[in-house]
């Protein structure tokens, strides 16, 4: 079935760090991917998406392609801010199938 | 325009009773999802709607676990006879009629069910 493994967490990085946090998938189609942060005590937010392969999503400094050859996409960002504090998921869907299949999500802390 | 909302936010219920968890919507969406997230897990889908239809309750338990989304008013994912193992993060999530560049879902702030 349709999958997706996300790196062990927690990470724990200082404030401009460099980030990446690795994202796999597996499917049976040809999915969109996704990456959503969840801030404490909140729901999910979409921080950025791709849907085909090649494409780049970016949002606040935080940037991912979706690599079709690798079956992946890898959350990265350049220097990390105490605020980047949270816990990121990566996502896919498949065309029709209307519904997320998440990764298990990493714990994300940056330290001033 | 105002995000997906739930409520309650938080809901304490002993073993053996029915916890009911609501959520409306962003404006203009008629599609509603439900997930779970169980501590330091990932969520996991359980149910999508569309008024008034259950479309996809595939990952809905069999037992005690039940959802709808009438044609006036909130969705509704109730519990019957709770144990300790439905104690969770649940999510509700919605998009518009139309998708474009791919399925993109608004979660509200979650409803976190702690079975006592």
């Known amino acids: 079935g349709d999958s997706v493994t996300q790196m062990e967490g927690p990470v724990t990085l200082s404030e401009e760090a460099f980030l990446t946090i690795n994202c796999t998938y597996t499917a049976t189609g040809y999915p969109s991917l996704f990456w959503y942060v969840q801030y404490p005590g909140e729901g999910l937010q979409l921080l950025l998406k791709?849907?085909?392969?090649?494409d780049k999503g970016s949002n606040k400094g935080f940037e991912a392609t979706y690599r079709k050859e690798t079956t992946s996409f890898h959350l990265e960002k350049g220097s990390v801010q105490v605020s980047d504090s949270a816990v990121y998921f990566c996502?896919?869907?498949?065309?029709?199938?209307?519904?997320?299949?998440f990764g298990q999500g990493t714990r994300l802390t940056i330290n001033p | 325009n105002a995000g997906v909302m739930q409520n309650p936010r938080h809901l304490v219920r002993r073993r053996g009773q029915e916890a009911r968890l609501r959520c409306s919507p962003m404006k203009g969406h008629s599609h509603v999802y439900w997930y779970r997230q169980l501590p330091e897990e990932g969520l996991k889908f359980m149910v999508y709607?569309?008024?008034?239809?259950?479309?996809?309750e595939s990952g809905m338990p069999k037992e005690r676990f039940s959802a709808e989304f009438p044609k006036e008013g909130p969705s509704i994912l109730r519990i019957q006879q709770v144990v300790r193992g439905d104690s969770a993060a649940y999510f509700c999530a919605s998009s518009p009629t139309e998708h474009h560049g791919g399925l993109e879902m608004y979660f509200g702030p979650g409803t976190r069910l702690t079975v006592t």
């Open positions: 791709a849907t085909k392969a090649d």
């Open positions: 709607l569309q008024k008034e239809n259950i479309i996809d």
């Open positions: 996502a896919l869907s498949i065309q029709g199938a209307q519904k997320l299949v």
